[in-house]
């Protein structure tokens, strides 16, 4: 069975929600954009209030080098561009306010392309317009995933649907009902890469998916085939889904210590992030939406919704019917390495995967103990480190052990903490040392 | 709306604790214990029973002098006097596994600063201090256990089954016949009662089939890693098998190693102890083949007839040095060829 090694097995709790189709929520009256919903530099927004918007229309222009665009997710009028607290990172970042004109007015610039005669680049310049990022959490913006530098070879392209993260079925349900948008948007991901291989890696929790995908197959390969296709069931051991190990599972590569999967010969996108791709390429259509599950045992009726991007989480949580309990804890994305929230007015963003309410009793914080040396960190890491030892250098304050010890090599996947006996707040302490060890590194230039 | 928690993930734990692994060990040396009370009878309640209150009793003394939090229910102090007591000969007087339960909590574990911290077992490290001390009574406390005596063979009352192999001349006595005495000894009736439990010992180390009982139970469970027990073991009767000893009769004299003595207890129970062995699955082996060579060696050419507690503690205080050497691998230090 493919896989790494290390890793967790959690309590995968997809039951509620994994045979559940998709629904629209309804258009929200207002949305809030931030201008910051990727990896990089945040847009500019460029309307002002009391402009009207189509939906699709370009708000925010991307600056910098790695960024993107950022566009309205419905038509309506721009109530306000101000700063507001980030949803996730709570520093103030600039977000722009539509109240919608309930007609969902599309942009003029959308349409059907004739995107199978489009170059590489033109390919991924809509890629870049339309505003795409990483789907899976990571908001990586993957126009820039697409353009590797010339020296490194890509010849592989690893399609990313195995959803490991607890809770979570909005991939599986992306794969189960747009199975061919997901192998086209794969492909035309594949064609301007001009890779020779592209897998769909999918964990063998969801044998529909692989079965769907495999069937579908033929039919929007057409023949025309760039490149081999293959459909990968890989073991359901979290984090499967995390992108070093998703390629040491299907290819048996190791991307070096603090380097990139490219360094590796491979690009990973999420299969949210393939459709994407296809909306982009093929219908000039940004992302102004996803597919997310809103479920956890503090959610009356766990569904998965199709959303504007910046419709508030107050919205989702009452169409599901609300809270059947108090909500103790909000997390943006799953249990394992979603981003706890202070509020549900916060808006839904490119990155959103999932949105998870704790009761009481789920979200009680374990009082934790010292630590007695089981081991159980050192087997549950993906990326082979001894968690218990960096553990103890950053409580004794020693950031520099740490670092020789390889702390910046955590992907803060969470397995060490869930596993210890002694409830200790590992991934805490190593984000800590991580984001001090870089803010060091950055003072000393 | 009701204020939420904000803090890192993960936000969901694996079941278990700490207080759990604890008083699931307590269950595993169970049997052992009801087998002690079953050979020697109520002295062996006795003993336990006092060794048990008087470690939870210090341990919590010693946690509110040093101003620590008292966490006595987590269990570990129950397993620190159970284990001491099960590593007692059984004629020893009542005052020693209470002296011995309090040099374990205060001197080993809460002077180092308590569960986690510290750096040799604090059961063997009571029994090597009550050895040295009073060595008369840790020593020479023998009783016969219910059903049998002490050596396991007829006619031989004065010594332990280890200690026939050992001192066999002097056992013999003058004119009298060694090797008759070790042809007697390793034979498939002496072996069979070594591992049933009628013979003498100390109070929880006479039956190995009690042990193997909790030992399995801890596998099973996953408390403890295989290795451990499995290397150490398996260390010893390989050396036994070409190591040059009294042996006699191969198989029952490998039997003699492996179930006589303390190997059982120590190599399910003591070795496997969280907070003094190594961390990781290949520091575990070298733990493990560690504590059986120097078992053997001290068996065979040491000065004591037993030595699975020294050997324990003398691997425990190695036990960072293995840590330093036997790292995980990182993932990506290799850098592999691409294609």
């Known amino acids: 069975m493919l896989s790494f090694r290390g890793g967790v097995h959690p309590s995968e709790n997809k039951h509620s929600t994994r045979h559940l189709a998709v629904e629209t929520l309804p258009l929200p009256p207002v949305v809030f954009v931030p201008m910051s919903q990727h990896i990089g530099a945040p847009a500019k927004p460029v309307v002002e209030k009391g402009a009207e918007v189509r939906t699709g229309t370009v708000i925010g222009e991307a600056q910098g080098r790695v960024s993107v665009p950022v566009h309205a997710p419905l038509s309506g009028t721009v109530t306000g561009v101000t700063e507001m607290p980030h949803p996730l990172a709570g520093n103030r970042v600039m977000t722009v306010v539509i109240e919608s004109d309930g007609k969902d007015t599309p942009d003029t610039g959308i349409g059907e392309r004739a995107a199978d005669d489009f170059t590489p680049e033109q390919r991924i310049e809509a890629v870049r317009a339309a505003g795409v990022v990483g789907m899976g959490g990571a908001t990586f913006p993957t126009f820039f995933k697409l353009s590797p530098p010339k020296e490194k070879r890509i010849d592989t392209l690893l399609i990313n649907g195995c959803e490991c993260e607890p809770f979570l079925t909005a991939d599986h349900r992306v794969m189960l009902e747009q199975p061919a948008e997901v192998v086209d948007g794969a492909l035309l991901i594949a064609r301007a890469l001009g890779v020779e291989n592209l897998i769909i890696g999918v964990e063998d929790n969801k044998p529909d998916a692989v079965e769907t995908l495999r069937r579908i197959l033929p039919s929007v390969s057409d023949g025309a085939q760039p490149c081999s296709i293959r459909i990968l069931a890989l073991k359901t051991l979290y984090p499967q889904g995390a992108e070093k190990q998703l390629i040491k599972a299907c290819l048996n590569r190791e991307v070096p210590s603090g380097g990139l999967p490219m360094d590796v010969g491979c690009v990973v996108q999420n299969v949210g992030t393939a459709v994407a791709v296809r909306d982009a390429v093929r219908f000039g259509r940004p992302l102004i939406e996803r597919v997310t599950t809103v479920t956890g045992p503090a959610i009356t009726e766990p569904k998965n919704l199709r959303v504007r991007i910046g419709t508030p989480v107050k919205a989702l949580v009452d169409y599901c019917g609300g809270y059947r309990a108090a909500p103790a804890k909000l997390i943006m994305g799953g249990p394992m390495m979603g981003i706890a929230v202070a509020s549900d007015e916060i808006p839904v963003l490119k990155g959103t995967s999932g949105v998870l309410a704790l009761d009481a009793d789920t979200a009680a914080e374990l009082e934790d103990h010292d630590c007695i040396r089981c081991g159980r960190c050192i087997k549950a890491c993906p990326m082979g480190l001894a968690p218990q030892r960096l553990y103890y250098h950053i409580l004794r304050k020693r950031l520099e052990a740490a670092e020789r010890d390889h702390v910046l090599d955590c992907i803060e996947c969470g397995c060490c903490a869930w596993t210890c006996p002694a409830k200790i707040r590992l991934v805490h302490h190593f984000k800590f040392a991580k984001s001090e060890i870089n803010a060091r590194k950055r003072r000393a230039g | ?339």
């Not at chain 2, 307590?26 to 009878?41: D, E, I, K, N």
């Open chain 2, 1 to 339: 709306m009701t204020q939420l928690t904000v803090t890192a993930s993960p936000h969901l734990r694996a079941p278990g604790s700490v207080r759990l692994i604890m008083w699931l060990v307590v269950a595993s040396l169970v049997p052992a214990f009801a087998g002690s009370v079953w050979f020697f009878g109520w002295r062996a309640l006795m003993l336990t029973g006092l060794g048990v209150v008087s470690a939870v009793g210090f341990d919590a003394l010693a946690q509110k002098l040093f101003g620590r939090k008292v966490t006595v229910d987590d269990g570990s102090a129950v397993i620190t006097g159970l284990l001491l007591a099960l590593n007692l000969p059984p004629a020893v007087p009542w005052w020693i596994p209470v002296v011995g339960s309090a040099f374990a909590v205060v001197i080993v574990k809460q002077f180092f600063g308590g569960l986690g911290h510290n750096f040799v077992n604090p059961a063997l490290a009571a029994r090597a201090f009550l050895v040295v001390s009073w060595p008369g009574l840790m020593t020479a406390g023998w009783l016969a256990p219910r059903g049998g005596n002490l050596s396991g063979i007829d006619g031989i009352t004065g010594a332990t089954p280890l200690a026939v192999l050992k001192n066999a001349s002097e056992i013999a006595g003058p004119g009298g016949d060694p090797a008759g005495l070790l042809a007697q000894a390793q034979s498939w009736p002496v072996v069979g009662r070594l591992f049933f439990g009628s013979v003498g010992g100390c109070l929880g180390e006479t039956s190995a089939l009690l042990l193997l009982a909790g030992g399995v139970f801890l596998l099973v469970t996953r408390l403890i890693d295989w290795r451990i027990p499995a290397g150490y073991i398996g260390t010893v009767l390989v050396l036994a098998l070409v190591l040059p000893g009294p042996k006699h009769d191969l198989l029952p004299y490998l039997g003699h190693h492996v179930f006589g003595g303390g190997l059982m207890l120590g190599a399910f129970f003591m070795a496997t102890d969280y907070v003094t062995s190594p961390i990781t699955s290949r520091g575990r082996w070298v733990f493990a083949v560690g504590c059986g060579i120097l078992t053997v060696l001290i068996r065979l050419w040491g000065g004591y007839p037993e030595g699975v507690s020294y050997s324990i503690l003398l691997m425990n205080v190695a036990t960072p040095l293995i840590d330093r050497f036997t790292r995980p691998r990182l993932f990506g230090r290799v850098k592999k060829a691409t294609g």
